[in-house]
């Protein structure tokens, strides 16, 4: 292990500024740097690795994304679909407009459907109650689970605006979790295992942490008052009342390089194909007009922390992935896709560059600057030292 995305990596170890982390960068012909240094546990033993298993968290929309469309292709699905149909409980959708002077929500219908484009573009009105203070009020009076909760109640959520007037970030993947079960028959896990994770010889990779993922899973961490990490207590639901198709995938940067690769690929790697190569050209074009994405808010500090987007970068969304607009001072060329998860992990895929990256560690909240600064740190070493400018 050596290079700069390597240096960089060790060099945030060495300093203590995070417990452990991978990255690992690829192009259209293989893995060209992988770099892990630290442990997965602060004060344990076991050594960071690229088949260490993380909590994907949203970077499990993307692969859910993926499943929807493969159904879309097999001409299950359309993204004109109006999804209460096949999921009774989105066919009466309420609209959220306060609290009247009681405390109670004021609820109203939805004036249009919610279609199958608006779960795969978060313009379904949906929100988190980590986003949204409504939403978090609401969750609390109506005293309903939160979303990692694992409870299907934790979904019965109203929207805070019509189905495709803007753009927030919410359960709508969740959701589209729902409608893939409702047309493949299938769970979740199964079809995802089945279609995508199982295709791509993803083997670490799965809907919560079996005894072989939870042998080798990295824990969560997050920082005192001093500013030093600890790990802290977190483990998915051990018996989830539902699959989370916005935040239930468990796997290893390895892994997920071999996703991002595919995608990199038009939808094949290795002679397999998962997406036909104008399924993923339609899935990596701006969905949403002029409406603004990317921004998300956050009313609950240690859950995640607000991260500015670049001065003069507008970003839209495809179906599944976060576009920038414009190219980035990182390197990353206009057009390209990326998301991230809330503890801290991070990919972005550069079709005209022709690379793309992937960066974990497990440290609540989302955004942790000395996480964030290094997901960002091997990004820019990855465009100097695989793709020099000239």
Known sequence: MSGPVAALVQGAVASGAVPGAVAMIGDSEGVIAEAAAGVCASGGAAAMRADTVFWLASMTKPVVSVAAMQLVERGKLSLTTEVGSLVPRLAAPQVLEGFDAAGRPRLRPARRPITLH?????????????????????????NLPRGTSGKRAALDLPLVFDPGERWEYGISTDWLGQVIE???????????????????????????LDPARAARAAAMHARGRDGALAVVAMAPPPAPEYQAGGHGLYGSPRDYLRFTRALLRGGELEGTRILKAETLALMARNQIGDLAAGQVRSVIPEMALEIAPPPGIAF??????LINRQALPTGRAAGSLSWSGVANTYFWIDPARNLTGVTMMQIMPFGDPAALNLAIGVEVAAYQSCRPQG
């Open 182 to 208: 409702a047309v493949s028959g299938q769970s979740l896990d199964a079809f995802v295992a089945e279609n995508v994770t199982g295709p791509l010889a993803m083997s670490d990779t799965g809907f919560g």
């Open 118 to 142: 608006h779960l795969l573009t978060h313009t379904s009105g949906f929100a988190y109650d980590f986003g949204n203070a409504d939403i978090l009020r609401y969750v609390r009076e109506q």
């Open 316 to 321: 839209g969304w495809g179906l599944g992935f």
